[in-house]
C-alpha cells in the first residue's frame, strides 16, 4: 500500500524542482494478508542500542535499483550521514538477491529509495527486500525513476569527492552503470528531501567490490555468534567482544565492518598479519600507542558534522559547530603522540599510518585552529565545562561586543553561584551547585539534612533523586535566564569566526579523514596485539589446503575457568566432507564451530588460537546450526533448519565453508536420516569445505565409502559401567560407543524396568540391522576411487614440497608399496562381502515370511545406497 506526500523544495533550489516522494506501507504482504509493519515510521523513536546485527544506530540512507533478466544486476550507493561517507557497489546477483540482502544487513539502512517503475507492479528487489522486511527495521521511500540519474550522479562524485582520489573512483566505478545512478539518487534525497547540504570535495566515497571480502548471511552472523551473544545481547561473549579491546569508536566500527565482512585478499592479509606480528615483539611501540590513543575522540563523526550542514542554521547548529571545533583541536593535538610512538615502524601498514600522522597538513590546521581559537581552550565532556570552553573558544579582538557578552556571561555566573552560597548560609545547608542542559543550573543537598525540619519556602521546583533533594529558586531561574541570553549572544557573535574556519577546515579534511581511518586500523591492531600478548595465538599461513594443530574455540576457551582441550583440524579435497560424531554434550558444535570462528579470525587480520595454522582464503561461510521454533512466523525447528539449509544448498560454491550441526532431528529418524543423506551428497558434490556434525551412524557408514568423505568422532570413555567421561578429542572414524544415549539416561531418574526393556529393544534392533548389512559392488569401486584420489592428492602435495631426491625416492617406493596392499585388501573385501552376500541370499530363501521388520530395514538401506550411486 503506497500512501503519497510531498517534499517541498528547498529555497536554494530552483522552484521548477519538483521532489516527490511515497512513504512504503508494507502492512499487507504480497499475499494480501495482515502482518505485522516491518517499515521505521519517520516519527518513531530511533534505533538506539543496537540492531539485529549488533549495529549501532547510525543515520545512513540507501538507494537500490536493478537490471532486468536471469541474473539481475544490482546497484547500491549507501550515505552514512553520521560518519560522513559514501559508499558505492554493484552486485551480479541471483534471483534470491543473497548478496544484495547481506550488504543491507551489514550497513542496515534507516531508509532504503526505490524507483516508482518498481513498485507498480513489484519488481522481485522490492518484493524480496519487503520480505526481510522484520530483520532490516528500515523505512521504503519510492521516488521518481528520473533520479537515478548516471550523469548527475557522476556530477555529484566529481563535486563531493576528494580532489586527490577522484581519478581512481572513476577508475573503479568503471561501467559500473547502476551503482553511478543510485549515487545520484541518494544524494538528491540528503539535499531535497534532508535539507543537508555537503561541503564540495570533503566526502570520503569508495567503491566496494562484492568480490573482495567474505559473505556471510545474518543467520551465520548470529549462529555463530560473531557480533553477539545468542542468549544475551549485552553479553561480551561473542567474537566481537573478545576482539573489542579497541579505545575508540572508530576502532570499534571498523572491527566490527571487517567481523562481518572479512577480507578475501592475501597480500592485505599478510600485510596485517605483519604489522600485528610487529605490535607484539616491540613492547614499548606498543605501549606507546596504546597510551597514545586513549581517549581520542570519535573524529568520524566530528568530522562528519563539518562538513555535513543543515540549509537553515540555528543556534542549536552553532553551538555543535563549536563543539565540533573543539574536538577537532583535541584531535589533532592526539596525533603527535602517536607519530612518536610509530618511530621506527617496520612492516608496511604501520609505516603507512605512521607517515599519515606526520603529513604536514595537520600542521597547517593546527595553525588555523590556533588563529581563531585560544590555545588554552579544550573539550570538555561534562555539559557545565563544554558550555564555558565554548564561551570562552573564539581568541579576544574579532568582535569588541563578543568581549562584553562574556563579561555579562561571568557575571551573571559568579552571581548565581553566590546566591547558593547565601542560601546555604542563610539556612545552614550543604547545597551544591550543579547544571544539566534542560534545567541549566540548580541547587542539590542531601535528603539526610531534611530528617528534623522542612524545606525552606524559598525553593521550588523540589524533586527528589534517590538519596538527593533537587530543587532551584526564583532567583535561581533569573539568573538562568541571564546567562542563557548572554550564552546565546557569544554564540551568534561566534559564529561568523566558527563558519569563516570551518570553511577553511573542509579543505584539509580529505586528509584528516584519511588520518582517522589509519587511526582505526591501528586502534584494531592495538587491541588485536592486547588479545594475542595474553592468549596462545599464533600467525596463521595463507594457503590451499585448511590445517590446524591444536585449535580451540576462542569464545569458549575465554570462558571456561579448565584449560580448552585443543583438537587438530585438517581438510583437503579428498577429505573436504567431515561427518563428526559423538555422544551428546560430547563437543562436536564446539569443535566445527571453532573451525568457522578461526578462519573468520584469519580473514580480518588476526592471529588464530592454535599451535599451527594454515588457511585458505574462504570467500563464503555458511552455517546451520542453531535448532530454535520462530515463533513469530508460526516455523516449526524441522521447517526453520529445512529453510537454512535450502538457503545453503542455493549458494554453495567450492570456496565456501559449510557448518551443519545436527540436521533432520527435529523430524522422523527415518525421514531425518533420508534428509540428511540427500543434502549431505549435494554438499560433496559442491566441492567446499564441510563439517557435518550428526547423530546418524548410518550416515557416516553410507558416506564413507564416498571421494572426499572422511569421518571423525569425539571420543568418549564407556569402560565405569553406568558413566560416561567426556575427552572432547577428535579421532579418525565412527563414534565406536554404543548406546550412549542409553547411558546418559541411566544416570536420570528413570526406572530401571523402562531402562532395561529399552536397552533390550535396541539390541534386537541393532542384531537385525547387522545382520542383513551388505556390501555393495559400488561401495567396492567407491572405495578404489577414493583410494587412487588419495594417491593423487599425496603426489600433488610432494610435487609442491621440498623434499630432496633421496628422500623422494625412498618417500614413493613406500607410498607404492602402501598403495598395493590397501588395493589388495579392498580387491579381498571384495571377494569375502561376494561370498557373504551369496550365503545370505541362500538363507533368505529358506526363512518364512515372519521378517517383516528386518526386510523394511533392508530396503531401507537399499534405497538409501542407490540415492549414492
Known amino acids: 500500500m503506497l500512501r503519497h506526500s510531498s517534499i517541498a523544495p528547498s529555497r536554494s533550489n530552483t522552484a521548477s524542482y519538483q521532489y516527490t516522494s511515497y512513504d512504503y506501507d508494507s502492512t499487507h504482504s504480497r499475499s494480501g494478508k495482515k502482518r505485522s509493519t516491518s517499515t521505521r515510521p519517520s516519527t518513531a523513536r530511533p534505533r538506539t542500542g543496537v540492531s539485529t546485527l549488533g549495529v549501532e544506530f547510525e543515520r545512513i540512507v540507501c538507494a537500490v535499483t536493478e537490471s532486468r533478466g536471469i541474473s539481475p544486476t544490482v546497484g547500491l550507493a549507501f550515505i552514512n550521514l553520521d560518519k560522513a561517507e559514501g559508499i558505492m557497489c554493484q552486485i551480479s546477483d541471483s534471483q534470491t538477491y543473497v548478496r544484495t540482502i547481506q550488504k543491507l544487513e551489514v550497513y542496515s539502512p534507516t531508509q532504503i529509495l526505490i524507483a516508482n517503475t518498481a513498485v507498480n507492479p513489484f519488481s522481485n528487489l522490492v518484493r524480496v527486500i519487503d520480505e526481510h522486511g522484520e530483520r532490516l527495521r528500515t523505512e521504503l521511500v519510492v521516488l521518481d525513476r528520473k533520479y537515478w540519474s548516471e550523469k548527475t550522479g557522476m556530477e555529484y562524485l566529481e563535486n563531493l569527492a576528494f580532489a586527490e582520489d577522484l581519478d581512481s573512483i572513476k577508475i573503479s566505478v568503471g561501467d559500473n552503470y547502476y551503482a553511478v545512478c543510485c549515487f545520484s539518487a541518494v544524494l538528491k534525497h540528503v539535499e531535497l528531501g534532508l535539507s543537508l547540504n555537503i561541503a564540495p570535495n570533503s566526502l570520503p566515497i569508495r567503491y566496494e567490490a562484492s568480490e573482495g571480502s567474505m559473505m556471510i548471511d545474518s543467520a551465520t552472523i548470529k549462529s555463530l555468534e560473531l557480533i553477539q551473544n545468542l542468549n544475551n545481547s549485552k553479553s561480551k561473549h561473542c567474537l566481537f567482544g573478545l576482539l573489542n579491546k579497541t579505545h575508540s569508536s572508530m576502532g570499534a566500527r571498523l572491527l566490527r565492518s571487517n567481523l562481518l565482512q572479512p577480507l578475501t585478499e592475501p597480500e592485505t592479509l599478510e600485510q596485517r598479519y605483519a604489522a600485528l606480528e610487529e605490535l607484539t615483539t616491540n613492547e614499548e611501540m606498543f605501549f606507546g600507542i596504546q597510551n597514545a590513543l586513549k581517549k581520542f575522540p570519535d573524529t568520524d563523526k566530528v568530522l562528519s558534522h563539518l562538513i555535513v550542514v543543515p540549509k537553515n542554521p540555528t543556534v542549536k547548529t552553532t553551538e555543535q559547530n563549536v563543539n565540533n571545533v573543539l574536538a577537532l583541536k583535541d584531535f589533532v593535538t592526539k596525533i603527535e603522540p602517536v607519530l612518536v610512538s610509530l618511530a621506527g615502524a617496520r612492516s608496511h601498514m604501520l609505516h603507512t599510518i605512521q607517515r599519515l600522522c606526520g603529513h604536514p597538513q595537520i600542521q597547517q590546521v593546527k595553525d588555523l585552529l590556533n588563529e581563531a581559537i585560544n590555545e588554552d581552550t579544550i573539550y570538555a565532556t561534562k555539559p557545565v565545562d563544554l558550555r564555558n570552553q565554548r564561551v570562552y573558544a573564539v581568541k579576544l579582538g574579532f568582535n569588541g561586543l563578543l568581549d562584553v557578552a562574556r563579561g555579562t556571561y561571568k557575571e551573571s555566573t559568579e552571581d548565581a ?79 561568523r569566526v566558527i563558519r569563516n574556519l570551518i570553511a577553511q577546515l573542509c579543505e584539509y579534511t580529505p586528509r584528516l579523514f584519511k588520518i582517522s581511518e589509519g587511526i582505526a586500523m591501528l586502534d584494531v591492531f592495538i587491541a588485536f596485539a592486547s588479545l594475542v600478548t595474553t592468549r596462545d595465538y599464533i600467525r596463521p599461513r595463507i594457503g590451499e589446503n585448511l590445517a590446524v594443530r591444536g585449535a580451540r574455540h576462542p569464545i569458549r576457551e575465554s570462558i571456561l575457568d579448565t584449560k580448552f582441550v585443543p583438537n587438530d583440524v585438517y581438510a583437503t579435497q579428498t577429505r573436504r566432507f567431515q561427518i563428526v560424531t559423538g555422544c551428546n554434550m560430547s563437543g562436536k558444535s564446539t569443535y566445527i564451530r571453532s573451525v568457522a570462528l578461526i578462519s573468520v579470525m584469519g580473514q580480518i587480520g588476526c592471529f588464530v588460537p592454535a599451535q599451527q595454522a594454515c588457511l585458505p582464503v574462504i570467500t563464503q561461510l555458511l552455517a546451520r546450526v542453531s535448532t530454535d521454533d520462530m515463533v513469530e512466523a508460526n516455523v516449526s525447528t524441522f521447517s526453520a533448519e529445512m529453510r537454512e539449509t535450502a538457503y545453503i544448498l542455493n549458494n554453495v560454491d567450492k570456496n565456501s565453508l559449510v557448518i551443519i550441526d545436527e540436521l533432520g532431528r527435529g523430524t522422523s529418524s527415518r525421514d531425518g536420516l533420508a534428509i540428511s543423506l540427500a543434502i549431505a551428497e549435494a554438499l560433496v558434490d559442491s566441492r567446499a569445505l564441510v563439517w557435518f556434525a550428526t547423530h546418524f551412524r548410518d550416515l557416516s557408514r553410507i558416506m564413507s565409502e564416498r571421494a572426499g568423505v572422511t569421518s571423525m568422532h569425539l571420543s568418549v570413555d564407556t569402560s565405569r559401567e553406568g558413566s560416561l567421561s567426556m575427552s572432547y578429542q577428535v579421532s579418525e572414524g565412527v563414534e565406536k560407543a554404543e548406546h550412549y544415549g542409553l547411558l546418559l539416561a541411566k544416570v536420570l531418574p528413570f526406572p530401571n524396568d523402562l531402562i532395561n526393556k529399552a536397552e533390550r529393544v535396541a539390541m534386537d534392533l541393532e542384531l537385525r540391522a547387522q545382520q542383513y548389512r551388505k556390501a555393495s559392488p559400488a561401495i567396492i569401486h567407491a572405495r578404489r576411487r577414493r583410494l587412487i584420489l588419495h594417491l593423487k592428492e599425496q603426489l600433488r602435495q610432494a610435487h609442491q614440497g621440498r623434499m630432496d631426491d633421496a628422500v623422494l625416492s625412498d618417500w614413493l617406493r613406500l607410498l607404492q608399496k602402501e598403495f598395493v596392499m590397501m588395493m589388495r585388501k579392498i580387491d579381498q573385501e571384495a571377494e569375502e562381502a561376494r561370498r557373504l552376500e551369496q550365503g545370505v541370499e541362500d538363507s533368505e530363501e529358506v526363512e518364512d515370511g515372519n521378517t517383516e521388520g528386518t526386510g523394511e530395514a533392508r530396503e531401507s538401506l537399499s534405497s538409501a545406497q542407490s540415492m549414492l550411486f
Open 417 to 495: 553561584f553566590n546566591h547558593v552560597n547565601e542560601l546555604g548560609s542563610e539556612h545552614n545547608l550543604p547545597l551544591k551547585f550543579c547544571f544539566d542542559q534542560p534545567r541549566q543550573h540548580f541547587i542539590r543537598l542531601p535528603v539526610s539534612e531534611l530528617e528534623d525540619r522542612p524545606l525552606p519556602g524559598v525553593f521550588i521546583n523540589v524533586f527528589q533523586n534517590k538519596k538527593n533533594i533537587e530543587c532551584q529558586t526564583l532567583e535561581l531561574k533569573k539568573y538562568n535566564a541571564k546567562i542563557y541570553d548572554s550564552h546565546t549572544e557569544v554564540l551568534l557573535m561566534s559564529d
